[in-house]
């Protein structure tokens, strides 16, 4: 029995480390092969040469082999930075060189504003259809997320986000505007605002979001021909009078894109 649950066990955790970065299941089962194979006993011993064998593939080989399969990193600079380095760490920000092409564009058209921009989730570094998840479209190099911009309550664009992770924390509909939202979750749709349930904490409490500032942002997006399309809630698009083709709905099916901007190339 007790060999049973060792079994099911590590399928549990191969299955976990494979779907949060495509590469930790593969190098668990690794670690288990070389910490039998290391003569030497001692406490953590798997877990160390996991931990070591994770970060040599995660920053060494699979930034070498990623072009193969026609992704790379998204580049860091002075304004283009992650949101939280989790992102790297879990291999979840390879990306089309189309779409670093994009970003640096846009990094470009923002010059002289304080705007920068934080990525999230974009996609895993190799095979096409591999589920980025909780995703349902991450999964072909040729998508991002990015984070809104947010300000002081004196108006001063601020680089810092509202959560941890980049996510969950909601530019909820005013009772104004028309509420995406609550139909979506009224019709049984009820994973729509799962992102609340991903803040890994919530952060920076006396933010505000910044409709200038998000709106600059999506505008030089916009200008980018390689944009394919681009996903926000229907609130934030019409409190930011966007009317480009492009920005569109991306349904109840998915979760909701108040809390982030979903960009996609050709």
Known sequence: MKYIFKIVF???????????????????????????KWN??????????????????????VPFLAPFFGREKVKHSESIKPTSYFTDLLNRNYVNPKLNQLLKNTENEL?????KIHYLDANFPFINKFP????????????IDLSLIYETKEGLISSKQKSMSGYGVFENPKSSEYNQVDKCLSIGYFQYD??????????NEDLV????????????????????????EPHLKDRMNLKDKKIRYHGCRAVRHDDHIHIQIK
């Open 10 to 36: 590590r399928f549990i955790l191969f299955c976990f480390l494979t779907a949060i970065t495509q590469i930790g299941g593969i190098v668990y089962l690794l670690s288990l092969f070389f910490s039998k």
């Open 111 to 115: 010059k002289g504003t304080n705007i």
């Open 132 to 143: 980025l998840l909780p995703h349902l479209s991450h999964n072909d190099g040729n998508k």
């Open 194 to 203: 799962f992102p609340k349930y991903l803040t890994l904490g919530t952060v």
């Open 209 to 232: 979001f910044s409709k200038n500032g998000t709106k600059k942002l999506i505008e030089k997006l916009l200008k980018n021909r390689s944009l394919e399309k681009m996903f926000i």
């Open 40 to 61: 030497r006993d001692f406490k953590f011993k798997t877990l160390i040469v996991f931990v070591v064998f994770y970060f040599f593939s995660t920053f060494l080989i």
